[in-house]
């Protein structure tokens, strides 16, 4: 069965459930072959790729990924149209942890920042106020996407879904319509972060949905660079330091995993280095921390910072095991199983780090100047402290009659 995609560039809506994370087969089941009507704005993408992620149903068994493709013919260009500035850029996700650094970075460096953000309740004003474009769209509804790609000359892809939806809907579903949307539309730079070690792990549905969309960029025809990233440096403050301070339970396992985190602000400025430099279009980079850390060493150094001991509840990997394959057993909790998935791998004997040395010489950066771990988590308690101790301070003034 072949899926097209009209002038609204519509997307397979709740067809064949039953085939989780089937992505693309070229052998018939389902397929993302897409054609754009000829009378549409977007250009007909004549052979775009063939995908597949694995089949997992509910016995369990799954078929290994295979990211093959045809050749992706490249957009017609109906009018010479009218050049764009380089320094346009779109974000994707801006909203989010990496995406509001991103933005941050982008204005401070002079760029005309446009940031595709989804229609929500609370506004996302604070990008308006840093003096960013709002417009609104959903990569679930890819017939919002060409509109935000009007006038764009690179677009940075730092979306993924949020956790209540299914990871397919805006990961993959979402990305495929992105990608031909600025294939078809001209943008002259696709700057996409993926995961470290994404394409190691297949039976991880979002590692492999991450990987599969890496090689659809790749074969789209695009000039882009590729970013994994290992982990976010911000990540751990809900996580850990917030539960410590809080006195509250902190949750971590027995499993000796070491991630080399890296400050968002970091990866930002390292990014418009990598998209400034010509020589490193169409590269695969990953970027990493100064050090990989295990979830007891982090712990441990917030507890040192904090000056108090951490409530820690330990899950042992057996049973986060035992709970994956609980969850696989009703169909309404598959996406919790997905991510438990997710959980297991970031949970098991695996280092999630790469020697830097190399890209900091491609890119030209002293290594000096990437923030640490330490400094980092110094740098958050030493202000939260004195933040509490200004607070306690008030307060007591406060309780002075005359």
Known sequence: M??????????????????????STCHGALSWRSTLAPDALLSSLSSPPCYSFSATGRSGKRSSVTCSSAQVAGAVNLAPGTPVRPTSILVVGATGTLGRQIVRRALD???????????????????????????????????????????IHTVIDCATGRPEEPIKTVDWEGKVALIQCAKAMGIQKYVFFSIHNCDKHPE????????????????????????????????????YAVPILEEKSVWGTDAPTRIAYMDTQDIARLTFVALRNENINGKLLTFAGPRAWTTQEVITLCERLAGQDANVTTVP??????????????????????????????????????????????????????????????????????????????????????
């Open 317 to 402: 990997v057996s049973i986060l095991r035992f709970t994956r394959q609980l969850t696989r057993v009703f169909e309404w909790t598959s996406d919790v199983a997905d991510r438990l998935a997710f959980s297991e791998v970031l949970t098991s004997d695996i280092v999630f780090s790469v020697p830097m040395n190399e890209t900091y010489n491609l890119l030209g950066v002293d290594p000096k100047d990437i923030v640490s771990l330490e400094k980092y988590l110094q740098d958050y308690f030493t202000n939260i402290l004195k933040k509490l101790k200004d607070l306690k301070a008030q307060s007591k003034q406060t309780d002075i009659y005359f």
């Open 204 to 239: 991880v549905p979002l590692m492999e949905i991450k990987y599969c969309t890496e090689k659809f960029l790749q074969d789209s025809g695009l000039t882009h660079i590729t970013i994994r990233l290992c982990g976010f440096m911000q990540g751990l403050i809900g996580q």
């Open 109 to 151: 460096e002079g760029y005309d920042v446009r940031c595709l953000v989804r229609p929500r309740p609370a506004p996302a004003d604070f990008l308006r106020d840093w003096g960013a474009t709002v417009v609104n769209a959903d990569l679930s509804k890819p017939e919002t996407i060409p509109a935000t790609l009007v006038g």
């Open 2 to 23: 072949t899926w097209r995609l009209p002038a609204q560039l519509a997307t397979p809506g709740n067809h064949h459930h039953h085939l989780r994370y089937k992505a």
